[in-house]
């Protein structure tokens, strides 16, 4: 399994300027992949210019939306917007799509929530095909979600699944129901399956505050998210252990703290 890091885009007040110089850090260090989160009705910084500007300064690391939320955008804007990632990363990129679970984010892009599902379905038959919107064929796309739609979803248009998060065993559960609307569309071989967790080593108040601030949209449940934050080498292997063992193929850990340090610390406590 691989392990990929997060890039603090979506941490309120985290300075541009040393996303860029984390991503940096990220490809000289032992990371599979720079991941990015996708939110609208918040302090963050959007996740295709922060792939945009990571691929910059990197040569070696790949990119990935864990996840971007179509049904925001326009389809034209959303294709060109990944092809144009992609290209500039010199084709490291994974694009990961689902709905959104914040209504908050459709109502400031003054967007429909209603159907959302479906648009995104025409909008990852869009890409797929191609036609007049620049992304490459062989573009690798993940689908994002926890309900029988998304599965299904992703098993008609892309490669493989990413999770949302969660101990192991919810991954896999979700990565169960993945490979069981593969096999229904009779579709070969197996789907990619893409998970990811939150860490803080050192200063986890603070990070567990980021945690309950930015999932305050599900109430108490923020309280379990916050819970599952690691906040020590030993739970980060564990962690990994766990998801390698339920068959993740690569594991994006995303920061909930925006410190230098903590890229480092991710990378010894892998080691």
């Given at each position: 399994m691989d392990v990929g890091i997060g890039l603090p885009n979506t941490i309120p007040g985290t300075d541009g300027r040393f996303v860029v110089e984390w991503a940096r850090r990220a490809d000289a260090g032992p990371f599979s992949t720079l991941g990015v989160l996708d939110r609208l009705a918040y302090d963050a910084i959007d996740p295709f210019a922060a792939l945009a500007a990571a691929a910059g300064v990197t040569e070696?690391?790949?990119?990935?939306?864990?996840?971007?939320?179509?049904?925001?955008?326009?389809?034209?804007?959303?294709?060109?917007?990944?092809?144009?990632?992609d290209a500039l990363s010199g084709e490291r990129l994974t694009l990961g799509l689902a709905v959104g679970a914040r209504l908050d984010d459709y109502e400031t892009a003054e967007v429909d929530h209603r159907g959302r599902g479906a648009k995104l379905s025409e909008q990852l038959a869009a890409i797929r095909d191609g036609d007049g919107l620049g992304v490459r064929e062989d573009l690798r796309v993940l689908v994002g979600g926890s309900v029988g739609p998304a599965f299904a979803r992703m098993a008609r248009y892309a490669d493989g699944y990413a999770h949302n998060g969660g101990p192991p065993r919810a991954f896999e559960r979700a990565a169960s129901s993945a490979r069981a609307a593969w096999s229904d569309l009779g579709r070969p071989g197996q789907p990619l399956l893409w998970g990811q967790g939150y860490f803080a080593l050192g200063d986890e108040e603070m990070g567990d505050a980021y945690l309950r601030d930015y999932y305050a949209f599900t109430g108490p449940f923020a309280e379990k998210i916050a819970a599952g934050n690691l906040t020590s080498p030993r739970a980060i292997r564990d962690f990994v252990r766990g998801y390698e063992e339920a068959g993740c193929d690569e594991l994006i850990l995303f920061p909930t703290v925006a410190g230098p340090e903590q890229l480092e610390r991710l990378a010894e406590g892998l080691a």
């Open positions: 070696r690391i790949g990119l990935a939306t864990m996840i971007a939320i179509g049904p925001l955008r326009n389809t034209a804007l959303l294709a060109r917007q990944a092809a144009s990632v």
